[in-house]
């Protein structure tokens, strides 16, 4: 059964979402929220990421595909490589002041697009789904992924911040 992401009327992602402790990020809890989190990304065309309060979690996880990001075409990627970056407790440690105008959207504000202002590179630390921390550089639409990303975890959708949108 497809599960429903949630959309914006709901309290849930309005919510400061909660970290999770460290020697809780392999338990069997977070392995559930996080396999719910990769079916329903995987099952969605036009979903790049997705943030834990979008499936009713409030806790501050987000998984990003590695595909189409990482490679060039659709037609050779296999199965076990479509396992998403995770990314549990983020926090940006640097973020550029150059921003970009860029188009964005979002699976909890269906049929809705829009312009923002999103900074052009970040550093972001974040513990993967063994529990190990980790430091990553990110750029371009990666940069922009996470900074919509992290506003999910604090309770933040783009039509807040938008510069202009629209319903095509
Ligand atoms: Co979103």
Redesign the pocket.
Known sequence: MKIKIIQKENKVLRQNAKEIPVEKIKSKEIKKVLKRMSKTLNESENGVAL?AP?IGESLRIFIVKTFPLTSGSADHVDENKKSPMVFINPVIIKISSKKNIVDEG????EGVYGTIKRAEKLTIEAYNENGEKKTRGASGLLAQIIQ??ID?LNGV??IDKAESLEKP
């Not at 979002?106 to 504000?109: E, N, P, R, T």
Request: aromatic content about 10%; charged content about 10%; overall charge negative.
């Open positions: 943030a979008q979002c699976l909890s504000v919509h990303e999910h959708l783009f």
